[in-house]
């Protein structure tokens, strides 16, 4: 079965660095999304992308956030200047449409971020 | 705000019947998911139901819809110790293209 995969599956960055996380999504998917979830909390949408751009966005991706498809198969997500607060389980998913149908997202397996 | 709850916690023994609860606020939701988080791994989609409907079965599992009170229901038949796994109920953002509400997932133990 196709599967989202994620690297790294544990990423530790100091305060203030810059991280990359990454993602490759399945191959006829267009939808493409970022959520975290922070320890004990509820899984929280950051952004979703289509065509080559931001669809949507909440107020947690803020300045220091961005995302990219560098190429055809990667999608990545980008923390410019991390914080603590930032540490969380960060989750790629992907779709064939967008939310709302019964197809659901396909989602990864997550990359753990520890800021320290 | 619109917004997803769920117990956090069910305890249940092998064999027995488990039923997870979820409340949600949004009733413009078209499609209500169920998601399973296994450890170490990531969100799998476990089942779904339309808006219309009440209830859905897909072999060990039952979801049952009471839109009068904004509930959901997963039901598992004959629960097994590979059953154990957090259980996220799911629902889209009213107008959203792509944000999906979560509840905070119940962790669902299966004792032998």
């Known amino acids: 079965e196709p599967e989202v995969t994620q690297t790294p599956s544990h990423q530790v960055t100091q305060m203030g660095q810059e991280v990359i996380l990454r993602c490759v999504p399945i191959?006829?998917?267009?939808?493409f999304y970022w959520y975290r979830q922070i320890l004990g909390q509820k899984v929280e949408f950051l952004v979703s992308f289509y065509n080559n751009e931001i669809s949507e966005k909440s107020e947690i991706f803020d300045d220091q956030f961005s995302v990219e498809r560098p190429d055809g198969s990667n999608f990545t997500l980008k923390i410019r200047s991390t914080k603590l607060e930032d540490s969380a389980m960060y989750f790629c998913?992907?779709?064939?449409?967008?939310?709302?149908?019964?197809?659901?997202?396909?989602f990864g397996s997550g990359t753990r971020l520890t800021v320290v | 705000g619109e917004d997803v709850e769920q117990s956090l916690f069910l305890s249940v023994r092998e064999g027995d019947s488990s039923v997870i609860n979820c409340t949600y606020t949004?009733?413009?939701?078209?499609?209500l998911y169920w998601y399973k988080q296994e450890p170490g791994a990531g969100l799998q989609l476990l089942t779904y139901?339309?808006?219309?409907?009440d209830m859905k079965q897909d072999q060990r599992l039952t979801v049952l819809l009471n839109k009068k009170d904004k509930h959901l229901s997963l039901r598992i038949a004959d629960t097994q110790t590979g059953d154990s796994a957090i259980y996220f109920c799911?629902?889209?953002?009213?107008?959203?293209?792509?944000?999906?509400?979560f509840g905070k997932g119940t962790k669902l133990s299966v004792k032998p």
């Open positions: 799911a629902g889209p953002l009213r107008g959203s293209q792509g944000n999906l509400i």
């Open positions: 949004d009733s413009s939701s078209t499609y």
């Open positions: 139901i339309f808006s219309n409907m």
């Open positions: 191959s006829n998917h267009l939808y």
């Open positions: 998913a992907s779709s064939e449409v967008s939310a709302g149908d019964y197809y659901g997202y396909t």
